[in-house]
């Protein structure tokens, strides 16, 4: 599952330190947001969304923060650990339909 | 186990051969997808069906064609491929009116020669 040759940006941190990945959306009538993390060999998974009415929302060891005025998603993962290391997507949708509008992801690298 | 299911995980052919990619579902979802990943772009929506109903074309070549028995099956039937189709095909399914979110599958990885 891995974007091999895929130009992506890439976060490399510390284990145990804290990581923050960044995602600029499009669309500012986008009511719900998704984080999705791909692991090698593996399709996307959920990890946390948000709604346009929250500006923030935490699940096990990771927050998501919503900026409607910049239009501007991030990821918190907190003590990040070696099982961490993936490529993270951020996913958007509109207020009308279903469907999620992906961004390029983001490659984070855990150094022990 | 994501609730999605697609064979086979790795598949190699000729541009002349016939193939066909599976996704199952055990979610019980009334939405599906095909999805391309490929090493120079991001998640690509090809089909989406809802209700076994394709409602989305994102513009994919004919050499591509989809079909859905039910809801909870999805093929992508492949023909006379050309090599920069070689990429890593993603299924996933989701509620249709639910809120957005999708659940995928593991990926097929396709390479044409």
């Known amino acids: 599952g891995e974007s091999v040759g895929l130009h992506l940006p890439t976060l490399s941190v510390q284990e145990g330190d804290n990581s923050i990945i960044n995602c600029a959306y499009s669309?500012?009538?986008?009511?719900?947001f998704i984080w999705y993390k791909q692991e090698s060999g593996k399709g996307p998974q959920f990890i946390i969304d948000?709604?346009?009415?929250?500006d923030k929302r935490q699940g096990q060891r990771v927050t998501v923060l919503l900026n409607k005025t910049v239009k501007h998603l991030s990821l918190q993962i907190a003590a990040t650990q070696p099982g961490d290391s993936a490529v993270y997507f951020c996913?958007?949708?509109?207020?009308?339909?279903?469907?999620?509008?992906f961004g390029g992801g983001t490659r984070l690298m855990v150094k022990p | 186990e994501t609730g999605v299911t697609q064979t086979p995980r790795h598949l190699v052919m000729g541009m002349t051969n016939k193939k066909s990619l599976k996704c199952e579902q055990h979610?019980?979802?009334?939405?599906m997808y095909w999805y391309k990943q490929s090493a120079k772009k991001p998640l690509e929506l090809m089909f989406v069906?809802?209700?076994?109903?394709?409602?989305e074309n994102n513009s994919v070549p004919s050499r591509f064609s989809p079909e859905c028995p039910n809801s909870s099956h999805l093929f992508l039937h492949l023909h006379t491929l050309q090599p920069e189709d070689s990429a890593l095909y993603l299924c996933?399914?989701?509620?249709?009116?639910?809120?957005?979110?999708?659940?995928f599958g593991e990926g097929s990885r396709l390479t044409v020669l």
């Open positions: 996933a399914s989701s509620w249709t009116g639910g809120n957005g979110e999708l659940f």
């Open positions: 669309n500012s009538a986008s009511d719900y």
């Open positions: 948000i709604r346009s009415n929250m």
């Open positions: 996913a958007e949708k509109g207020n009308a339909g279903n469907m999620l509008t």
């Open positions: 979610l019980g979802h009334n939405a």
């Open positions: 069906y809802n209700f076994k109903e394709q409602t």
